[in-house]
């Protein structure tokens, strides 16, 4: 099992590109996460989908859209890229259990700079 | 979403016990407290996870007060490996026992030889 695989791992936009980060799982996982991670900073929740069919919003959801395409698949869209986008983004995915359980597995992250 | 407040950095030696202390003094009932590490230029991997009492795993202990307002992460012996940034996070279990985790700062932790 792959686990969480991200593409691209590295990317670097002008300010106004715009483009997909992908996320994929292959442990059936029913929900799935993006977060960001600024230098020094702890990770940041942009969105994320509990189950096929839904999404919704995180700490910082501004500037990005997602689309839970399948179970499997997760994306995350910069419309129109920003300086303060540059970050590390991190794709995560989970299964929840009765008693609190829910070890998200992460993936190994897209270095995104955006000049 | 409850917060909770940890130590910005820790030292300890090589093959010794350590003890990561967290603060979530406004945690509700229902809160469960998580606890995540980052090895540097990795993503977080899960730790260990509780309620109300204290658990053990393979990698770890988790204390947790009687009044819940704090808890402690313990490492029974420190090794190199365990260099990370290490995240105390309540977690809400919703509907579907699904949720999410909201990161805070995390306390580094060094381990010298």
């Known amino acids: 099992n792959a686990g969480v695989t991200q593409t691209p791992k590295f990317q670097v936009l002008k300010t106004g590109q715009s483009m997909t980060l992908q996320c994929a799982q292959d442990m059936n996982h029913n929900s799935m996460y993006w977060y960001r991670q600024d230098p020094g900073m702890g990770l940041r929740l942009i969105y994320y989908s509990a189950s096929e069919g839904t999404t919704d919003k995180g700490e910082v959801p501004n500037g990005y859209n997602v689309s839970r395409l399948n179970k499997r698949e997760f994306s995350l869209r910069l419309e129109s890229a920003a300086p303060s986008q540059t970050s590390v983004y991190f794709c995560a995915s989970s299964v929840s259990l009765a008693g609190g359980y829910n070890e998200q597995f992460f993936g190994p992250g897209t270095r995104l700079t955006v000049l | 979403d409850a917060k909770t407040t940890q130590p910005n950095s820790m030292e300890s030696n090589e093959e010794e016990p350590v003890h990561l202390p967290c603060n979530h003094s406004t945690i509700s009932g229902t809160d469960y407290i998580h606890w995540y590490r980052q090895l540097p230029s990795q993503g977080p991997e899960y730790v260990i996870h509780?309620?109300?009492s204290n658990v053990n795993n393979r990698m770890a202990s988790l204390a947790i007060a009687e009044d819940r307002k704090s808890s402690t992460l313990i490492l029974h012996r420190a090794t190199l490996r365990d260099a990370a940034v290490y995240y105390c996070i309540l977690f809400l279990q919703g509907s579907s026992n699904t949720g999410k985790l909201i990161f805070g700062q995390g306390t580094t932790l060094q381990v010298k030889p």
């Open positions: 509780g309620l109300t």
